[in-house]
């Protein structure tokens, strides 16, 4: 996938028309999006669907109201429709003095923003890799968890999918540029069967490039992750020191960087509002957001509207120290945007939230970790995270599976519990950290200890 | 620019390993010049839904013959042209946007298998290439000239409507700065509501549309869907600082006629405002296993979450905890599940689905026995069964698989005031949240949005932080009253399955036994009898 003139020249031309049409500034955001998803079931690809798609987002500000509309029709006629309806229906909204399109003293990067290698997470290769590899990758998905145990009878859902995607932004403001990025990955959600009962393990990974995704060890952590749930029971009510897996903890880890986005504490949903510089969790507790991680899935050479990309820490040993910026919140408390506006593609006119956001590692192999509990639960199951935390209170109670530890050691396993408990406590209530930082995508975790839960079981 | 070169000279491995590379992201079609770009009514589309076709009807078939030329097993063409507009009211301020698309998506089935590419350009040139791409790659890599016998017949049959969408008034006709004008009235409201509130985030949103389907079955089906969404969330805070949100929302095929009555916008409104204010005063739910009362309405997502998706025949096919269940108990005697998708205006509605076989109205269960799967035409043959009109699509981007439409508990014969008086203690729950199941299992969970304590047959005081747990059979199982009020509700929102769609979901006020109640209160059980 490479650097195409015509898009280029494209986002000049719809910034040109918009400031012909009377906008104070406008920016133009395309997208070029190549992708793959293979569906596999019983040990065949089930669906294919390969494509390619570009569009454009276009934002026009004009007396502080900022307008956006998007299209994948990249006609210049199209374009010039798209400019004229914009500016038609920008003097309707509402103004905001903090609406901006920024300019290069608010921190863009200098030069082309390509000829930053270190910043740049994007595998060439990617899309030059004929399918059948990919399909192979994705049926060994599947056939990985079948060989890992005769109790392993199927898969419900096994999908191997990928994107590349070249981003073109010009504004008007002398901000302008172009990078690529790529990722890939794949999970599988498998049934695992001993006489009538039926349990299910899923697993998955992902990496920028295509040969760091590792099927077959995904795979076969999905079918021991079903297999081992065999045999789980509910356990009694009660409250119990509780180990987090990685897999649940950067969920967790997701849903406090959320509320740290500026755009939530300024707007007052945020629990986090006016609690800059207060200890909220635990001395062993940082969360960090690197927006320039090494091979990082969200690390850019800029962020959705062409500021660089930063790291910068959320929580730093328990203390609140930043929250996320873009420009528009930026500017309306007065400091500088910390390069967090995010995009998905030309159809997402951005928000504000984490590019790598995770929970920095400490010096315990998980091991040390589970031997140091005389009677605890591992969990590595949880589902139902967006319904069961209600992120204005930060109260939670959620279903969860994972393993009994007696005596330092895993024991039974456990299905048909809920936990219990409030965001805010569990992060206060963090003891040991892990060394084994684990990603899904843009958000890292390692496991983790904490002291207390509360089980709802039978 | 759009790739000319002699269709042959690209390769199968070149198409897929490359997607439908170059395929017309640039591409021109003679439709694209007239504009989209103004306030969005029927005319802006550029075709008159009444007569036109998005794509001639002679560029459709022999898309159609050129997909299945190859030996696919049967193919699908699917013309997608689509506006999107929302209107945002978050911290007191109101904005736009515009989003307009369009595309066609080809499908071919071999064997089961679906190959799949989608084309932003409308231009035959680029459509047929793209038609013989796909019949390639589902060939399985033959090249060389087409073969085999042409399935089809080659006189398309435009399929007539049935069920009537009415979308009125015509967005188009109303001004943007009218809908700007209401939408600020809507926030005011909440704003003005209580002195606790604090936070207002308002969306209004109206999505048009314009699909036509062209099979290799012979269908033609052309139709225009409106959609329009109204979403409010309210947030408010005590003196102590306690912060809560209250939301609620509907999605409907039909236009703002619609939103009257206990589904006015005013009305939406203030639900928000109420969820909100009862969160702020509500006790924390207990926890465990006790009597959970479902209010008409607000709680068929339960039933979604619980079991439909595991009726689903692509996931039945798979082993879910429904698999090979017709003709058995699946619930309790007395409850009858039904997946409807020609109600007309709800979310889940249409007159067919996305590869076009009519919609339903699809037994599920009756009183208490499986009797049917929800099926698109891929997983109906692999399960022998036919398909229920259930394939559906998110756009053009997809190919179709099995969904659920509008899912419901059918009536019983209590009065919901006999239920409620008979449960001494235990959850009401006016309105369940989004939820979750592994269908592998059946284990679901669902959280609750608005709901109270029962206590000695009354409703009483709210709880927050309720969560619903349970299996998806053992649950359907311990339902044990069934009221008589069954309400449809077109909630906001979407089902999200690989693909996002709206759906309905529905219930009469019920009684389960079973559930899991997660919460941060005190731990309950299931001490009292209530009346069997």
């Known amino acids: 996938m490479k650097f195409n003139k015509e898009y280029y020249n494209l986002a000049e031309f719809a910034v040109d ?17 190549q992708s793959a998803e293979i569906m596999v079931s019983g040990r065949e690809p089930e669906s294919v669907n390969a494509y390619r798609d570009a569009g454009i987002g276009l934002r026009i500000l004009k007396n502080d109201k900022l307008v956006f509309g998007s299209s994948n029709d990249l006609s ?7 400019v004229s309806d914009l500016i038609k229906k920008v003097p309707h909204h509402t103004p905001d003095e903090f609406n901006v399109i920024p300019d290069k003293a608010l921190g863009t990067l200098s030069g082309s923003w390509s000829d930053y290698p270190d910043l740049i997470s994007f595998d060439p290769q990617m899309v030059e890799i004929a399918i059948e590899e990919k399909i192979k990758k994705a049926v060994a998905l599947e056939i990985s968890s079948f060989d890992y145990s005769p109790k392993v009878k199927g898969s419900m859902f096994c999908m191997y999918m990928e994107n590349s995607q070249i981003v073109y932004l010009v504004n008007s403001n002398g901000i302008a540029g172009w990078y690529p990025s790529s990722g890939c990955g794949g999970g599988v959600n498998v049934i695992a069967v001993d006489g009538t009962e039926q349990q299910s393990g899923t697993q998955m990974s992902s990496s920028v490039s295509f040969s760091g995704f590792d099927a077959v060890a995904t795979g076969r952590k999905a079918a021991e992750n079903a297999v081992k749930m065999l045999g789980a029971k509910p356990i009694e009510s009660c409250e119990l020191p509780l180990v987090i897996a990685p897999e649940v903890g950067m969920n967790l880890i997701g849903i406090i960087a959320s509320m740290a986005s500026a755009k939530s504490v300024q707007t007052g949903k945020s629990l986090l509002a006016g609690k800059l510089n207060e200890k909220l969790a635990a001395d062993s507790f940082s969360i960090i957001d690197d927006g320039r991680l090494k091979d990082g899935f969200g690390t850019a050479p800029v962020d959705g509207e062409g500021i660089a990309r930063q790291t910068t820490p959320i929580i730093d040993n328990g203390v609140l120290k930043n929250y996320m910026y873009d420009c528009n919140t930026a500017i309306k408390d007065g400091v500088k945007s910390t390069g967090n506006r995010t995009r998905g593609n030309y159809q997402s006119s951005g928000g504000v939230g984490p590019s790598n956001i995770y929970l920095e590692q400490g010096t315990y192999t998980p091991d040390e970790i589970i031997s140091g509990i005389e009677r605890g639960f591992y969990m590595n199951v949880a589902f139902g995270l967006h319904a069961g935390i209600d992120q204005t209170s930060g109260d939670f109670s959620f279903p969860a599976a994972g393993y009994m530890i007696e005596d330092g050691k895993f024991t039974s396993s456990v299905r048909g519990i809920s936990a219990a408990g409030n965001l805010f406590e569990l992060m206060k209530s963090a003891e040991k950290i892990g060394n084994d930082l684990t990603w899904m995508q843009s958000a890292g975790c390692p496991t983790f200890s904490v002291s207390n839960i509360t089980i709802g079981g039978v | 620019m759009t790739e000319r070169k002699k269709d042959r000279e690209i390769s199968r491995r070149k198409f897929l390993g490359n997607g439908a590379a170059g395929l017309a992201v640039m591409g021109l079609s003679p439709l694209a010049v007239e504009s989209l770009w103004s306030n969005p009514g029927w005319r802006n589309l550029g075709v008159n839904p009444e007569t036109d076709l998005l794509i001639e009807e002679e560029v459709l078939r022999e898309a159609v013959k050129l997909l299945i030329a190859k030996g696919a097993d049967f193919g699908d063409v699917y013309t997608e042209r689509a506006s999107f507009n929302s209107f945002t009211s978050d911290d007191r301020k109101i904005n736009t946007r515009t989003t ?19 084309t932003g350009s409308f231009d035959p040139d680029e459509i047929f290439k793209t038609a013989r791409f796909v019949a390639d790659s589902a060939s399985g890599g033959a090249s060389g000239e ?73 269908k033609l089906i052309d139709h225009t869907l409106g959609l329009t969404e109204f979403m409010a969330g309210t947030y ?12 609620d929302g509907r999605t409907v095929y039909a236009g703002t006629d619609f939103f009257k009555g206990k589904n006015s916008f005013e009305s939406i409104v203030d639900r928000s405002v109420r969820r909100a204010k009862n969160f702020l005063k509500a006790v924390d739910s207990p926890r465990g296993n006790f009597p959970v009362v479902l209010e008409a309405g607000g709680c068929g997502v339960i039933f979604h979450e619980a079991c439909g998706h595991g009726m689903e025949a692509d996931l039945v096919a798979k082993g879910s905890n429904f698999k090979d269940q017709i003709g058995k108990q699946t619930a309790a005697e007395g409850v009858t599940l039904i ?35 929800m099926c698109d035409l891929i997983w109906a043959d692999k399960l022998g069964m036919r398909s229920t009109g259930s394939g559906r699509r998110q756009s053009f981007r997809y190919p179709p698989i099995p969904r659920m439409r509008n899912t419901f508990v059918d009536n019983g014969s209590m009065t919901p005031e006999e239920i409620l008086e008979n449960t001494k203690r235990g959850l009401y729950v006016a309105q369940a949240g989004g939820g979750q199941v592994d269908v592998i299992t059946g284990n679901f969970m669902m959280g609750v949005t608005e709901g109270y ?3 000695n047959g009354r409703k009483t005081r709210p709880v927050k932080g309720a969560t619903l747990s349970g299996m998806g059979i053992q649950n359907l199982k311990t339902i044990d009253m069934i009221g008589n009020n069954l309400y449809v509700l077109p909630a906001a929102g979407r089902c999200g399955k690989m693909q996002s769609a709206p759906t309905g979901e529905g219930n009469p006020t019920l009684r389960v036994r079973g559930i899991v109640v997660g919460g941060k209160g005190e731990a309950w059980s299931d001490t009292e009898g209530g009346a069997r």
């Open chain 2, 100 to 118: 307009v698309e369009k595309g066609i998506g080809f499908r071919a089935v071999k064997n089961g298998k679906t190959f799949y590419a989608y």
């Open chain 1, 17 to 33: 028309k918009a400031k012909n049409a009377g906008a104070d500034s406008v920016e133009a955001y395309i997208t070029d999006t």
């Open chain 2, 236 to 247: 408010m805070k005590d003196d102590q600082g306690n912060l809560q949100r209250g939301g």
């Open chain 2, 453 to 455: 304590l029962i206590e």
């Open chain 2, 339 to 373: 997946d409807d998708g020609t109600l007309p205006q709800m979310p889940g509605s249409f007159n067919y689905d996305d590869e076009g076989t009519p919609s339903e109205r699809t037994v599920l269960i009756e009183n208490g026995i499986q009797k049917n799967y």
């Open chain 1, 76 to 82: 210049k006629e199209s374009v010039e429709s798209m």
């Open chain 2, 146 to 218: 087409e073969v085999g016998t042409v399935k089809m017949l080659l006189n398309m049959t435009r399929q007539p409507m049935r069920i009537s969408f009415p979308f009125n008034p015509d967005p188009g006709n109303v001004a943007v700065q009218d809908k700007i004008r209401m939408l600020q009235g809507l926030t005011d409201r909440a704003w003005s509501a209580d002195p606790q509130v604090v936070q207002v985030s308002q969306t209004f949103r109206e999505i048009i549309r314009h699909v036509t389907l062209a099979a290799s079955s012979g």
